[in-house]
C-alpha cells in the first residue's frame, strides 16, 4: 500500500521535523504508538497497538528541516519519505509512505487493502491532528 500525504501546519520546519528525526521519534507523533526499542545501526523497534509486529525502520537519509527517508525490514518491507516545506506561515509536509506484508508476498496488497490501509492511514491522521492542535511559539493568544 502506498499512502501519499500533503499537509500545512501553522508549525516552524525544525518543530515538525523533529517527529521524524528517527523513527523513535514516530512515538511522540502517533499517540497509537507504544514503545520503540533501539536495536542498533540506527534500526528501531516501534511497538503498534493492535498490530502483533512492531515496524522495524531506520531512516537512511536525512537533510535537516528539509527531508527524511526511510525504510522498514522484518515482517514488514518498504520505505517513505518526508519533505518540509517552509511556508510563509508554517510548513507544508509533502511524502509518502509505502509498506507491505513481506510474508505475503504477491497475496500482500489483498490483505493490505481489507484489513491494513484503513488503519495505517488512520494512524497517520491521528499524527497530523496531533500536529495541528500544537501551537506556533510565535502566534499570538488570540489566534
Known amino acids: 500500500m502506498i499512502i501519499n500525504f500533503n499537509e500545512h501546519f501553522n508549525l516552524p520546519a525544525a518543530e515538525v521535523y523533529s517527529y521524524f528525526h528517527t523513527p523513535a521519534d514516530w512515538t511522540r507523533l502517533y499517540g497509537l504508538a507504544g ?48 519533505r518540509f516545506v517552509e511556508t510563509t506561515d508554517g510548513v507544508r509536509v509533502e511524502g509518502f509512505e509505502e509498506i507491505a506484508v513481506r510474508p505475503l508476498f504477491f497475496l500482500s496488497p489483498l490483505f493490505e487493502r481489507v484489513f491494513l490501509e484503513k488503519r495505517f492511514r488512520a494512524i497517520w491522521e491521528m499524527g497530523w491532528h496531533r500536529l495541528r492542535k500544537r501551537k506556533s511559539p510565535t502566534s499570538s493568544p488570540n489566534t
Do not use: H
Request: glycine share 12%; charged share 25%.
Open 35 to 82: 514503545s520503540s526499542r533501539d536495536l542498533g545501526g540506527g534500526w528501531y523497534a516501534i511497538a503498534l497497538k493492535r498490530f502483533p509486529f512492531p515496524l522495524v525502520a531506520r531512516n537512511t537519509e536525512q537533510e535537516p528541516n528539509e527531508l527524511v527517508r526511510w525504510v522498514f525490514r522484518g515482517f514488514w518491507s518498504g520505505r517513505g519519505e518526508a
